[in-house]
């Protein structure tokens, strides 16, 4: 039996956005950045009362379906709590289908709200942030983005399965380089994360395994101490090349960007474009960007996911 929580307890969460793969570390390496979504939830006597302000407030169902609903009574049910009513208030900047963990971050806000409520009903019932990396990347079927999101900085993740077949997700936080600068580019048109995993082949040679291997294991030198090999780093055989056919705009400029000694990869399942670098960001490439039509942003490398 799951015990229902008074009405009046309240709490805000402030999630980060992120980035996934940094090029070679397809599922495994990601980043948070200074992006931030909010939601607000306070436990009522009953009923749900969502309100969404923000990117993606015309597009996304404004009741039990939405995401962060679902995920705020899977963070109550982990604690063996339900809510007899729910008042939600979602601020939404992160851009949504872009690759920068929309809805990634949405699972972890809300699971961090069902979090919250019950370690305010009981303290004893608070979770840690490994337990949190697990529920958002068991909610979500892949680690990268939601541990970013969880953990902050930068992450490296994996999944370790048990011998009756259950699946821990498990990460851990790099500490970036403090030189280390992000640069995003956003198009205005959107991605279906589903549709560019579906470009890539069952099958990889393995060639390509071996070289994304040592390209990964590079990165985590390159983000924590060694930001000269970057460019090194960031190479890639699995992901990008197989899905440049639907994301154009996103090739180009990755090409354009590396032709200029920039670290360049696509973020995520794109079509936002990451660019990693020590250096100031070049004027004539902020220009131009604009001039195309992607908003050029500059975040942080953000700490995780905040809970008040």
Not at 22 to 32: N, S, V
Not at 133 to 160: I, K, Q, R, Y
Not at 190 to 197: E, P, Q
Request: charged share 20%.
């Amino acid at each position: 039996m799951s015990a229902t929580l008074p009405a009046g307890l309240a709490v805000s969460v402030r999630v980060p956005a992120s980035t996934a793969n940094l090029g070679p570390g397809f599922d495994c390496l990601g980043m948070a950045l200074g992006i931030y979504d909010e939601i607000e939830v306070r436990t009522t006597d009953d009923g749900l009362t969502i309100r969404v302000e923000g990117e993606g407030a015309n597009d996304v169902p404004w009741g039990p379906t939405h995401l962060v609903v679902r995920a705020i009574e899977a963070g109550l049910a982990a604690a063996g709590l339900r809510a007899g009513g729910l008042d939600v208030v979602c601020r939404n900047v992160i851009p949504h289908s872009r690759g920068l963990g929309s809805s990634a971050s949405a699972v972890v806000g809300g699971l961090a709200a069902g979090a919250g409520l019950a370690a305010k009903f009981d303290p004893a019932l608070e979770i840690d942030r490994d337990e949190l990396v697990h529920l958002a990347s068991e909610f979500e079927g892949h680690p990268d983005n939601a541990a970013a999101s969880v953990l902050g900085g930068a992450v490296v993740s994996w999944t370790e399965t048990a011998e009756d077949g259950t699946v821990r997700y498990r990460a851990v936080r790099l500490a970036p380089a403090a030189a280390l600068r992000v640069v995003v580019l956003v198009p205005s048109e959107r991605s279906s994360t589903a549709h560019t995993r579906g470009l890539l082949p069952a099958q990889v040679p393995h060639g390509d395994a071996a070289f994304n291997v040592s390209r990964a294991a590079l990165a985590v030198v390159a983000l924590t101490e060694r930001p000269d090999l970057l460019m090194q780093a960031t190479q890639d055989k699995l992901h990008q090349t197989q899905r440049a056919p639907a994301l154009p705009l996103t090739t180009a400029w990755i090409a354009r960007l590396r032709a200029a000694g920039i670290a360049a990869t696509v973020s995520g399942a794109g079509p936002t474009i990451l660019a990693l670098t020590t250096s100031e960001f070049p004027a004539e490439l902020h220009e131009l960007a604009k001039a195309e039509g992607l908003e050029v942003i500059e975040p942080v490398i953000a700490d995780g996911v905040s809970i008040d």
